[in-house]
């Protein structure tokens, strides 16, 4: 069982720049691949971003393509997506998730865990 707690979420104008953070519990961190996924109310969650195991490759979503960064590290059990240049548009509730394999995904029925979410709130 892995648990995930999201974290750095906020209030921010546009074109400024968040960390979050994402901590998972469970010796098992390394071997699974991990995404960042959001979602605004009423609609469908969207994906974001994903990467492999090991931090060696990674995925993006169109939309936030060349302006968020997935990252993670395996020592410290925590994931990353930092996210420059925010547009209003990016506003959600934002999630992250474990998957029980070691290559990344982009779909979220392929993910086995999620955290609560923290809230990005991007004004113009």
């Known amino acids: 069982q892995v648990q995930l707690v999201e974290s750095g979420g906020g209030l921010v104008q546009a074109g400024g720049s968040l960390r979050l953070s994402c901590a998972a519990s469970?010796?098992?961190?390394?071997?699974?691949?991990m995404g960042w996924f959001r979602q605004v109310p009423g609609k469908e969650r969207d994906f974001v971003a994903t990467?492999?195991?090991?931090?060696?490759?990674?995925y993006y979503a169109d939309s936030v393509k060349g302006r968020f960064t997935i990252s993670r590290d395996n020592a410290k059990n925590t994931l990353y997506l930092q996210m420059n240049n925010l547009k209003p548009e990016d506003t959600a509730v934002y999630f992250c998730?474990?998957?029980?394999?070691?290559?990344?995904?982009?779909?979220?029925?392929?993910?086995?865990?999620w955290g609560q979410g923290t809230q990005v709130t991007v004004h113009s």
């Open positions: 998730a474990a998957r029980r394999q070691t290559d990344w995904s982009r779909k979220g029925l392929e993910y086995n865990y």
């Open positions: 469970g010796r098992t961190f390394i071997t699974y691949a």
């Open positions: 990467i492999n195991w090991i931090g060696s490759s990674t």
